[in-house]
Structure formats: C-alpha cells, structure tokens
Nanobody, 123 residues
Framework: VQLQASGGGLVQAGGSLRLSCAGS????????FAWFRQAPGKEREFVAG????????IYAESVKGRFTISRDRAKNTMYLQMSSLQPEDSAVYYC?????????????????WGQGTQVTVSS
C-alpha cells in the first residue's frame, strides 16, 4: 500500500492549488481518505475527509468554503482543491487512508500515509 501526494508549491495569498494523492498496491474504492497538514512547531491537524463513495465529506472549520475534497475511484486518486489560500494554510500536507468506509478526523484512525507535499502561501 502506497500513497503518493503531489501538487504542492509556492503560491501568493488568495491563490489556488490542487493536491493529488495517488494510491497503489490496493484499490482505494472501498476506503475513506483524508488530508491532514502540519506546520512547523504545530501538531498534525485534520483538513478534509471523504467517504469510500464520495457521498460524505467533512472539513475542518478553518477550510470550509475554501477547500474541496474529491476522489476518482477509477484513477485510484484523491484530490484537494484549495482556493483563497492564506499564509496560515502553509504546511506540509499529507494524504491518508483507512480501512473504513467513512472518514474520521483523528489521525490515529488512518493506517496508511503519503510522504507529504509542501504548500507555502506568501503574503
């Protein structure tokens, strides 16, 4: 089981980025997925999660209305569309998956993690 996150980069405040998380070694179709992020000196925090079929999506309050999580089961890939980015969104973003149908907000619920992709938002 491997997850490969990509799409991070440097963007100005107010800009947008789309992160991708490609899975290999298994079929994502039956699993929930989530994005977490970790800024320097801070704990890893939940950003967004999506259920196995995409029917249920949850977001951290800080990103509601700005970020959208989605998935393409045929491509074994999950996405995080980020808009109206702010400097406080700067962090390493990690994708994760769990052998469960519905996403939760706790990092301990996820057994498999990608390597992380850096997002830096300049003011």
């Amino acid at each position: 089981v491997q997850l490969q996150a990509s799409g991070g980069g440097l963007v100005q405040a107010g800009g947008s980025l789309r992160l991708s998380c490609a899975g290999s070694g298994f079929t994502l179709g039956n699993f929930a997925f989530a994005w977490f992020r970790q800024a320097p000196g801070k704990e890893r925090e939940f950003v967004a999660g999506i259920s196995w079929n995409g029917g249920n999506r949850i977001y951290a309050e800080s990103v509601k209305g700005r970020f959208t999580i989605s998935r393409d089961r045929a491509k074994n890939t999950m996405y995080l569309q980020m808009s109206s980015l702010q400097p406080e969104d700067s962090a390493v973003y990690y994708c994760a998956t769990a052998r469960r149908a519905v996403a939760g907000t706790g990092a301990e619920q996820y057994a498999y993690w990608g390597q992380g992709t850096q997002v830096t938002v300049s003011s």
